[in-house]
């Protein structure tokens, strides 16, 4: 079995595989501060739930953006898990050329992603993955990453809208029946939900206009909600990142003695 953890500004998801098949996933609160004991007993006790036992595991792998918990995630695994993890970190093998000015600044998401949707989709292909930023990450006929586009996350914009507005409330990430609003509630949502599916329609048709077509493949935890008043994505994967965890850990794997 492979333990493979994406480590998010906001959310941490696990991932159980048996060969390519997803066991079992979790999807909790990313906490900066838990310590090496925490988040040990933490992984230890989601394994127990599902009825795994650490000896099972063979390998663990960590995509993680959050620099400041890594070092507890690596000394957990090791003390509670009995495993060192491989870290998807510069220098690994990705099997997918990066055509970039600065392939070292490339988040370990973002890499997952595009080799998975490249896996499974072929290429030309562009991942929109709605996280705390909502990125584009585009790949080429040939399979190389050739680039992509960041934006301010669906939550982090509606956040913004009710923290600098005293008067207006926090609502539901939900698009009303009507683009006119007949209230504040109303209005919101339009704006904020109906708004974000005019920008990401509006940047995923730039981005393939650049490209000369191809797939696009939306992933992250507010994929859905987007996807229910659009028809710009050719599929929604929820698990799109841990597949490419999975495929990094492939091809970097040690070798079996």
């Known amino acids: ?88 970190a510069p220098g690994i093998k990705s099997g997918m050329p990066l055509r970039v000015d600065t392939p070292l600044e490339l988040g370990a998401d973002r890499l997952c992603n595009a080799v998975a949707a490249f896996a499974e989709h072929g290429g030309p292909c562009v991942v929109v993955d709605f996280g705390t930023a909502t990125t584009w990450d585009v790949v080429s006929g040939k399979g190389e990453y050739v680039g992509g586009v960041i934006a301010p996350g669906l939550e982090i914009s509606a956040e913004a809208l009710f923290s600098r507005a005293a008067k207006l409330p926090r609502i539901e990430l939900a698009a009303p029946e009507r683009t006119i609003g007949k209230g504040t509630v109303d209005s919101m949502q339009a704006g904020i939900v109906l708004g974000y599916v005019g920008l990401t329609e509006g940047l995923t048709r730039r981005v393939l206009a650049e490209l000369g077509g191809g797939r696009v493949v939306a992933t992250g935890g507010l994929a859905r909600v987007i996807a229910r008043y659009t028809e710009i994505f050719d599929a929604i994967d929820d698990d799109l ?3 490419g965890l999975r495929l990094l850990w492939e091809r970097n794997r040690p070798e079996r003695a």
């Open 241 to 243: 990142t841990l597949k």
């Open 1 to 88: 079995m492979l333990l493979a953890l994406d480590v998010g500004n906001t959310h941490m998801t696990i991932g159980v595989f048996r060969g390519a098949e997803i066991l079992r996933r979790w999807r909790l609160t990313t906490v900066h501060e838990r310590t090496v004991d925490e988040l040990g007993i933490f992984l230890r006790q989601l394994c127990q739930w599902a009825e795994i036992q650490p000896a099972d595991i063979n390998g663990v792998i960590v995509g993680s953006v959050v620099p400041q918990i890594d070092g507890a995630m690596r000394a957990a695994i090791a003390t509670y898990l009995h495993a060192e993890p491989l870290f998807v």
